[in-house]
């Protein structure tokens, strides 16, 4: 299958502080990837669906201005959480869909926020 | 939207049995059912995978079969192994944005 890389796999911060995370697409070109965030024993959540060249499209109850989503290549795609915050601990893990719309998840990101 | 429901949450069979998870969803439109395979810390891995055309998919131990009428879908994996321990989730597609909706997910333990 198709391989897709992010990182970091785990980061602490403090309060306040921003993160950045990138997914990127090693062997396909994605023009579309998907952000979700995932809490202990508990199912995948969509948070935002990452456009190439336009822009993100966030599921309701997803703070746009705090989730900030860049997808400024067929391979790349970021996600920044801004001014984190204890509640924002959790693991982060995008996809990206090849040609034949299969999803193909990166290696997640463990957000800690102390 | 979509609405997927998956059952069982958990399941526990002994190594060399079969297991069979399934799943209902709401949208008649939605024509890709994927299956992914979650070891903790990790991340979920496409297993199998069906389209509405297609009635039934199998490749070595594992199976998925697709009722478009009744809308569920089931993955069986037969000859189960202890490393097939693991949450398993469907998910369900359509549409020209690619977009997934998973189900909760089958924690589904085999015992040696």
């Known amino acids: 299958g198709a391989v897709v890389s992010q990182h970091p796999s785990r980061v602490i911060c403090k309060s306040g502080t921003s993160v950045k995370i990138e997914c990127r697409s090693l062997d396909f070109q994605a023009t579309t990837m998907f952000w979700y965030r995932q809490f202990p024993k508990q199912s995948l959540m969509l948070m935002a669906t990452s456009n190439e060249g336009s822009k993100a499209t966030y599921e309701q109850g997803v703070e746009k201005d705090k989730f900030l989503i860049n997808h400024a290549s067929l391979t790349l795609s970021t996600l920044t959480v801004t001014s984190a915050h204890p509640e924002d601990s959790s693991f982060y893990i995008c996809?990206?869909?090849?040609?034949?719309?299969?999803?193909?998840f990166g290696q997640g990101t463990r957000l800690t926020v102390v | 939207g979509e609405n997927v429901e998956q059952h069982p949450s958990t399941l526990s069979v002994q190594e060399g049995d079969s297991a069979v998870i399934k799943c209902t969803y709401s949208?008649?439109?939605?024509?890709?059912f994927p299956w992914y395979k979650q070891e903790l810390g990790k991340r979920p891995q496409l297993i199998i995978d069906?389209?509405?055309?297609?009635g039934e998919k199998k490749d070595q131990r594992i199976a998925v079969t697709l009722n478009k009428t009744a809308k569920h879908f089931s993955l069986h994996i037969t000859e189960t192994q202890p490393e097939d321990s693991a949450v398993y989730f469907c998910a369900v597609g359509g549409g020209s944005n690619y977009k997934l909706t998973f189900g909760k997910g089958t924690l589904l333990t085999v015992n040696p």
């Open positions: 949208d008649s439109a939605s024509n890709y």
């Open positions: 069906i389209r509405s055309n297609v």
């Open positions: 996809s990206a869909t090849d040609a034949g719309a299969r999803a193909f």
